[in-house]
């Protein structure tokens, strides 16, 4: 049986901006109940609420899928992206493909060049952590004696990179250049890993000036 939840969310696919009126119709119980789920979703990233001003009186809130809420449905996105990255390298030579997604990270990490100034290196892996977030991994990191391993509990590339391993060029890209510091795979979830590994060396630096 599907969940209020589910039926929430399945309901704002196909009526985005809905209100809660509009939600707890739809779904069949009543507004309070539905509140109640709203608050649990928007605290879960998966839908948002704005304000909308609807004549006289207070504005009504009007909810929508985030990002995160959208993903929660069933897509073919992960079909279109393998059969792209077949294509690519059907036209193009593969040290070509890697350059490509190697650009990809390189582009991103120039949109945070500013951030980046004057930040210590804890500072740094924190805005990778950030960052590699915000693209889907989940990111720990520890300091080992005077290195720095960098962990990739999650990560959403890892269907696509069994056929395409050339796409774990952009993290392990955007780590490096986030962190000013070159970035060493020492474990791989398609090498059968519980997860990804990066170690970084600070002492490198001037080694790599």
């Not at 809905?18 to 879960?44: F, K, M, Y």
């Not at 774990?168 to 962190?179: A, E, F, M, N």
Request: negative net charge.
């Amino acid at each position: 049986m599907t969940s209020t939840r589910d039926r929430i969310l399945k309901t704002l696919l196909k009526h985005p901006r809905s209100t809660i009126n509009d939600l707890a119709e739809a779904v069949g119980i009543n507004p309070i109940s539905v509140r109640h789920h709203l608050s649990n979703l928007q605290a879960s990233g998966l839908i948002s609420a704005e304000e909308e001003r609807h004549g006289v009186g207070r504005p009504r809130l009007i909810y929508s899928l985030t990002d995160a809420g959208a993903e929660q449905f069933p897509t073919r996105y992960l079909r279109l992206t393998s059969r792209l990255l077949n294509q690519l390298k059907e036209t193009m030579p593969t040290p070509l493909i890697g350059e490509l997604f190697s650009q990809i990270a390189v582009s991103l990490a120039e949109e945070y060049a500013d951030q980046m100034q004057g930040l210590s290196m804890e500072e740094r892996l924190e805005l990778v952590k950030d960052l590699l977030a915000e693209e889907g991994f989940t990111i720990e990191w520890e300091k080992s004696g005077e290195q720095y391993h960098i962990h990739e509990i999650s990560c959403p590339y890892y269907k696509i990179g069994q056929n395409h391993p050339e796409i774990c060029t952009v993290d392990q890209t955007l780590i490096s250049k986030i962190l000013a510091l070159p970035a060493e795979k020492i474990q791989c979830i398609l090498s059968g890993d519980a997860h990804c590994t990066y170690v970084v060396e600070p002492n490198l630096t001037e080694q790599t000036k």
